[in-house]
């Protein structure tokens, strides 16, 4: 059974750091991308960060390029999402998702997590 668990989250003031992190389980790790999306109220989910498992190429979203940092660590079928500098508009529940192969910028993901809520007061 596929798995994706995300923790992480939390309240925290503007200008504050979070760490993210999706732990994978039921498949070939290496093998997949991994991507964290956000979603507040009343707006689309967007893909934030995306790496990909298999060569450690990375994508950032305008919005949070130069604050916020993706890696992975394969030994522990985990992916991290480090948030630095947080806004008040960085607020959202965070999902990770993983698909087979390479990374793609769009919402074509095979596995979702739960999500976790991200909030940043100002």
């Known amino acids: 059974e596929v798995q994706l668990v995300e923790s992480g989250g939390g309240l925290v003031q503007a200008g504050g750091s979070l760490r993210l992190s999706c732990a994978a389980s039921g498949f070939t790790f290496d093998d997949y991308a991994i991507g964290w999306f956000r979603q507040a109220p009343g707006t689309e989910r967007e893909g934030v960060s995306f790496?990909?498992?298999?060569?450690?190429?990375?994508y950032y979203a305008d919005s949070v390029k130069g604050r916020f940092t993706i890696s992975s660590d394969n030994a522990k079928n985990t992916v991290y999402l480090q948030m630095n500098s947080l806004k008040p508009e960085d607020t959202a529940v965070y999902y990770c998702a993983a698909k087979w192969g390479t990374i793609v910028v769009n919402h074509e993901y095979d596995y979702w997590g739960q999500g976790t809520q991200v909030t940043v007061s100002s």
């Open positions: 790496i990909s498992s298999s060569d450690y190429s990375t």
